[in-house]
């Protein structure tokens, strides 16, 4: 998942934040902004450096309210730059409130990111500053120039300036409000952490490593927790039902029942935004400048794959039944619970695939350092380490250079503790700007320190695409349309289509070795590869219940409907397992935060990826003239056109869903 708070508009709190990073001083060699973010401040010093930056922020948008005269590119939104450049000592906090072990920094930081917010909100009902970009003579200006002007002056019109001062105040409370609310939800559900206790014999059927890292306390009982790293594996190899069962329950219930109340506050108040901003839902609010276009199309989408996966759902569902009628004859259907475990066990007898033997190849320094090397085969980069403080001895950091030349910096935070992000992204810290500012990320991801699951591979190569998008989506002048600024449902395309690189032989052998010194075998891929599309039909249909869940919810008046029932009524027409009684999976969605309605994302962009990858599977995975195109024509247009555009410049023609649509019902 890509947390960058990126869009298009300059007007949006997403794209000031992509066009500020950290307290960076400009290099006498370079003149570009390089440094590192403030890993090491306190809350004092953020809680400082935030009211300093944001009074500079304020000063410098001041002065661009108050311009006169003939109005240009360079002098608007050249004013504009300067209000990001103030901001670039506190662009970090959005990454730091979610993964620094001191609650007082991330309690600082998250102060810091609603008073941004509220900036921005400002920002963006200004009148001034829109008078000003309407007044730009767009006849003389280049494509991305007049792409920036039209683009910016509709996101205004959209945010609502053209309200009255009343209506606009109105909308910056409401904004307060949503940001704060979310803020909360979010907070809920990293800190609640729950667990079970068992006796050590529930761990049968767990891989030793993951015995010997759980051992008994005093009184003879094993914890395990909800985190992703306990969480995973039990749902995997553990051959008791009750514990899985147990540690689902726990799982599905986090942040529970406070935020059910955040929640509805939630919906309720962007509704209340998307009525006095002129839409009927938050939904056609939220879609109006996305690919998908509004809440109609997505619903049609979704149906779409939805009525592909019926018989491919049905087919995998009778043959993960029968085999749980061997172990439990008077089973009826197969539960949340048992869906990983049975699917386990299938690729083991039907596909002579053991992932305990698969597992053994992939420890983590290894699986970083090959895909570190994948990146730099495919487009002539190199990965080295990057000395800087970090805010946990956990941290890794890294730069990107070609030719010697420093292209960006990241961290990654890879391990999990307690009060981290307990799932897997990245955040934009910086935007790349042309001949002014390097980009930097970072990634925050939940993976063991030793063995990884082929899974969990997968995930880090997917956050690793959006890190890449950001390093190399810096070649544009303007912050506006600098980055992963283009329309939000195109963001998770890149990086869906890197996790096909995970599936082929010739990369997993630079990688993929296990404790004796030996490469994974050449038969071993094959069989995960013949394996590999089994559970897919039924793992999709349960990302479609949780788009439907993310639309649904926020396509409609909320005094309309009850969470759990309409969560519960929607899990019955989409899902491909029954509701667990007892859980209120909504409550610790984040995504219903972060991407409010539009989750569908995740399938739109994976049918872009589907037909992306298609140039390389003609040309072949390791071909570095496609990479290079591929790298020019889509990763580096950053947001200085429609997506659409650049990704019918990179396929040579149009962008279609047929492509991954049949995909789903053909057998892989």
């Not at 276009?293 to 019926?310: C, E, K, R, T, Y």
Request: with cysteine; charged share 25%; proline share 4%.
């Amino acid at each position: 998942m890509n947390r960058a708070r990126n869009n298009l508009l300059v007007l949006t709190v997403a794209s000031l934040i992509t066009a500020c990073g950290s307290e960076m001083p400009a290099t006498p060699e370079t003149n570009l902004l390089v440094d590192g973010i403030r890993a090491t401040a306190n809350g004092e010093q953020i809680t400082a450096d935030c009211e300093a930056a944001l009074s500079e922020a304020k000063a410098e948008f001041a002065a661009l309210e108050a311009q006169t005269g003939e109005a240009t590119v360079e002098l608007v939104f050249g004013q504009y730059e300067r209000v990001g450049d103030a901001l670039t000592g506190i662009g970090d906090v959005w990454h730091l409130r979610s993964v620094h072990p001191n609650a007082d920094v991330r309690d600082a930081a998250n102060k810091c990111s609603e008073e941004q917010s509220d900036f921005f909100s400002q920002i963006g009902l200004s009148r001034p500053y829109y008078d000003r970009i309407a007044a730009i003579d767009t006849s003389s200006l280049n494509d991305v120039e007049r792409y920036m002007v039209e683009e910016s002056l509709a996101g205004f019109r959209r945010s609502g300036v053209d309200k009255d001062e009343a209506t606009r105040q109105q909308i910056r409370d409401l904004q307060n409000e949503i940001t704060a609310i979310g803020n909360e939800f979010d907070k809920n559900i990293r800190e609640d952490v729950r667990s079970v206790q068992v006796e050590a014999s529930e761990l049968k059927g767990l891989p030793q490593d993951y015995i010997d890292a759980h051992p008994a306390d005093d009184s003879g009982l094993v914890t395990i927790t909800t985190d992703y790293p306990d969480l995973y594996p039990v749902m995997t190899y553990a051959k008791s039902d009750d514990l899985r069962k147990a540690l689902r329950l726990k799982a599905r219930s986090r942040g529970y029942p406070a935020n059910k109340e955040l929640l509805e506050k939630l919906i309720q108040k962007r509704h209340e935004l998307a009525g006095v901003l002129g839409f009927e839902s938050y939904a056609a609010l939220s879609m109006d400048s996305q690919m998908i276009g509004s809440p109609v199309n997505a619903q049609d989408f979704l149906n779409s794959i939805g009525d592909a996966l019926d018989t491919p759902v049905q087919d995998e569902l009778a043959i993960m039944l029968a085999r749980l009628q061997e172990d439990q004859p008077d089973a009826e259907s197969v539960e949340v619970w048992q869906s990983a475990y049975i699917q386990n066990l299938l690729r083991l007898e039907d596909y002579a695939l053991d992932s305990q033997e698969v597992r053994t190849y992939f420890q983590y320094d290894r699986v970083r350092d090959g895909i570190f090397k994948l990146t730099e085969d495919l487009f002539g980069v190199e990965i080295e380490p990057w000395d800087t403080p970090t805010w946990h001895e956990d941290v890794e950091t890294f730069q990107i250079k070609e030719n010697g030349e420093l292209l960006g910096r990241f961290y990654m935070d890879n391990h999990p503790r307690p009060a981290k992000y307990q799932h897997a992204a990245h955040w934009t810290l910086r935007t790349g700007i042309k001949d002014k500012q390097i980009p930097m990320s970072g990634l925050a991801q939940n993976f063991p320190k030793g063995l990884m699951e082929h899974s969990q591979v997968e995930t880090f190569l997917h956050e690793f695409g959006h890190l890449l998008h950001n390093m190399f989506a810096s070649t544009q002048k303007w912050s506006p349309v600098a980055g992963m600024s283009m329309e939000r449902d195109f963001v998770e395309a890149p990086s869906q289509m890197l996790e096909e690189w995970i599936w082929d032989y010739d990369t997993l052998s630079q990688f993929a070795i296990n404790e004796q010194g030996e490469t994974i075998p050449r038969e071993l891929v094959e069989k995960m590869v013949r394996a590999r599309y089994f559970g897919r039909a039924t793992g999709t249909a349960t990302q479609i219940y949780y788009a439907n869940l993310s639309l649904n919810f926020y396509n409609r008046d909320p005094e309309s409907f009850d969470l759990d029932e309409l969560m519960k009524e929607l899990e019955a027409r989409y899902a491909a397992y029954p509701h667990l009684p007892g859980t209120h999976f909504y409550a610790n969605f984040g995504h219903l935060n972060g991407y409010s309605s539009n989750y569908y994302t995740y399938q739109w962009s994976l049918a872009i990826a589907t037909d992306l990858f298609s140039r390389f599977e003609e040309a072949g995975l390791r071909n570095t003239e496609v990479a290079n195109d591929y790298r020019r024509k889509v990763l580096q247009a950053a947001g200085s056109k429609p997506a659409s555009d650049f990704v019918a410049d990179f396929l040579g023609r149009e962008f279609s869903t047929d492509a991954y649509i049949k995909s789903l019902q053909d057998d892989g």
